[in-house]
């Protein structure tokens, strides 16, 4: 029990890690660590019967409903790591710096959970079902290569925000945080949560709260009834995604709330070798074994494919 809780924590720190990094998503890292159907189940927990529980203030199974187990040491490992890589080692200050280096990384662990996945899906397989994976590919492409947009400031927008960004980050390949940016709302609500301009917050968290609520039980009822299918269009997002994080990008930021974050980024390949080609080759090979090693000793392989 103790191991398995370790391993939790452990993964969710991984979780968190990829969080922190502009473009790489949560859900990404989730998915390549074995979790994701869990993770989708577990926050599917919190569902109607769950809210009459406590609106009745039935204690024991608002406790043991929900599956408490499995997201607190997960949710333990993931804000230990946010705390890690922004406290003690300032993860988006060496992104600025040695960019090629950390998404290098993440490049390799991406990359390398699509090879695995290829593999165990088979190749008769990926062209029966080719269609999946070249819808969300378009999909993952036209997602990541969006350009921030003027947007309305409606409270039904706003809303629709909310909803849209939380099902992004629980999607693997995409952010949260990136499609705010490019909805031109990451500022304005963060803003309104900095002066509490419940005006704003509130359509948000009911955008958000519906999202959670909506996309989390379509993606289960996909995993379940059209699982190759759903694992197919996941893995051609993932795909897609490998576009914002190859090391080799001209980034471009905008300053919100006194902060850099990331806005587009336009991939090229270098022209003459250097110490920063070597270090991020290295880098992704050090991703590709991970991801290796992680599918040889994962205990949850089996329920990814």
């Known amino acids: ?25 949560g859900g990404t890292m989730a998915f390549i660590l074995g979790i994701y159907p869990q993770l989708i189940n577990a926050i599917k ?13 039935n204690l024991k199974e608002i406790i043991n409903r929900p599956h408490f187990g499995f997201l607190i040491p997960l949710g333990v490992g993931a804000v230990s790591a946010l ?27 991406v990359l390398g959970s699509i090879v695995l996945l290829f593999r ?13 994976l070249i819808l969300g590919i378009l999909f993952g492409g036209f997602v990541v290569t969006l350009v921030p947009a003027s947007t309305p400031d409606s409270s039904w927008f706003i809303f629709l925000c909310g909803a849209i960004a939380i ?3 629980i999607l693997p390949g995409i952010s949260g945080s990136f499609i705010l940016l490019m909805m031109k709302k990451y500022a304005y609500i963060f803003n309104a949560i900095g002066h509490f301009d419940f005006s704003i917050i509130l ?7 519906t999202g959670i609520v909506l996309f989390t039980r379509v993606l289960s009822y996909l995993l379940k009834r059209f699982y190759q299918q ?8 993932l795909i897609a995604s490998l576009y914002v994080i190859w090391p080799f990008q001209t980034r471009v930021y905008e300053i919100v709330r006194d902060k850099e974050r990331l806005v587009s ?27 290796v090693v992680l599918d040889y000793f994962s205990e949850k392989n089996s329920t990814l494919i």
């Open 1 to 25: 029990m103790l191991i398995s809780r370790l391993k939790l924590i452990a993964k969710g720190f991984c979780v968190g890690s990829a969080d922190v990094v502009p473009g790489v998503s």
């Open 45 to 57: 927990s919190f569902d109607s019967e769950w809210l009459k529980m406590v609106l009745s203030f």
């Open 83 to 109: 705390i890690f890589f922004t406290r003690v080692i300032s993860l988006p200050t060496l992104i600025r710096t040695q960019p090629e280096i950390i998404y290098g990384l993440f490049f390799g662990l």
């Open 120 to 132: 165990h899906l088979g190749m008769s397989l990926l062209l029966k079902q080719a269609l999946y």
């Open 167 to 169: 099902s992004a980050m």
């Open 203 to 209: 359509p948000f968290i009911f955008g958000i709260m």
């Open 230 to 237: 759903t694992i197919l269009f996941i893995t051609g997002i």
């Open 265 to 291: 980024s336009v991939p090229y390949l270098p022209e003459a070798y250097s110490n920063q080609i070597f270090y991020s080759l290295i880098m992704m090979l050090i991703g590709l074994v991970l991801v």
